[in-house]
């Protein structure tokens, strides 16, 4: 068994004697569709079953748990699976849901709930409502972070594990820099960190934490 076997194997133990279980999910989830360029269909294919087996892989491990799952993704592809979508909050919003390209007012529609894709009040594009977006509606997802909020509140003195999966140094204020705070202040917290190259973890917390350099969505994919 090498070692990576090992981590896995005491992860999944973590994970089962865990009251609270609290997910982020960052860039090596995001289907690589600029840079190396997905040439061919089957490279494509191969890609998104990769994707999907990942989130099933997830879903078996925490299902059965109280999770709550943290993603900077915006393409949606986490509201597609069986994961519960009342326990996940993407701050950066999400390519479905569709905004005005002027924010002229904070109504966020369905995609397709508008047939003519543009906006019914100043005659504007329509836009997707994420943070790419020239004027960001965070109206989309405020409900669901105060949601979270209150879930992270509950975990205080309980038994958490946090499992980081994939997340760099885009925004880091989203899921790194309070993943790591949660699990400072919280002395019955385990923190998993996995990443390809930035899986280093900050001497403050380092009791509680294991940095894995693994492509966080290989690493899970068939682990339960
Ligand atoms: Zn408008």
Redo the contacts with the bound molecule.
Sequence with gaps: MNDRNVQKKEICTAISKAEKVLIGIGGEWRLREDGKKVRSRRLKDEAQRALREGYESLYRLIKDKDYYIVTTLTDGAIYDTELASSRIVAPCGNIHWRQ??????KDIWEEGEVPSDV?P????PMTGNTLEAEAYIEEGYLPRWEAYKQWQAGTLNRRLVILELGEGFKLPTVIRWPFEKIAFFNQKSAFFRIHKSLSQIPKEVEERAWGIGADSLEWIRGMV
């Design positions: 005005c390209s002027k924010a002229c007012t906006c009040y100043c005659g504007a």
